[in-house]
């Protein structure tokens, strides 16, 4: 069965194609920008951490693969993207073995989902995995819950996936589609 992370994958890959403008909202490690950049030229990829942009560029050189790399916050994603939008991702959480106080953050999270709201073309679609075990967590998730809930149901699709026996607090995937 497909983890939360995977399923984000399956969605994203059967709708984006070459040339299409996504958006790596949470970049990271770089492991969803590459993910992207192998499916399309145009990836724009957001994050606050310097030791995010070496990471990534690192890994995008080892796989010969391409994107823009953005050191700001995705709440500035209008700043920088002009074109309408395929598809978004985000990780919600902190970077893995990096500062564990850097986490993101309910009101520029939904400030970035008030902008590819937007900016989203229809069939766009856009994945939040939900980590929410850390400290602030279950705020974040709290808020995305009850904005992508207000989302009307007449212009939007939205669905959620999750593992549902498992000890812990393992994260989960939200999908939204504009119809
Ligand atoms: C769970 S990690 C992302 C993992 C990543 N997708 C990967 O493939 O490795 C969350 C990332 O969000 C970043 N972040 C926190 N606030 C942010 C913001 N306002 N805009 C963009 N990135 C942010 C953190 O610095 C961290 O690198």
Known sequence: MLRPIEMSHHMLAEIIKADDVVIDATM???WDTS??????SNVYA??????AL??????LQMKGLQA???????ENIDK??????KAAIFNLGYLPRADKSIITRPNTTLKALEILKEKLLP??????????????????KAAVIDWVSTLPQSD??????????????PPFLVCIEKI
């Open 35 to 40: 993910f992207l950049a192998a499916l399309t």
């Open 156 to 169: 939007w699709q939205v669905m959620r996936y999750e593992p549902l026996n498992q000890i812990h607090k």
């Open 28 to 30: 990271g490690n770089g």
């Open 123 to 140: 069939q766009g679609r856009i994945m939040l995995v939900i980590y929410y075990g850390h400290e602030g967590g279950e705020e974040e």
């Open 54 to 59: 070496y990471s990534t560029k690192k890994l």
């Open 68 to 74: 823009k790399l953005i050191l700001d916050g995705h």
């Open 80 to 85: 920088y993207v002009s074109e309408p939008v």
């Open 46 to 51: 957001f994050d606050i951490q310097q030791e």
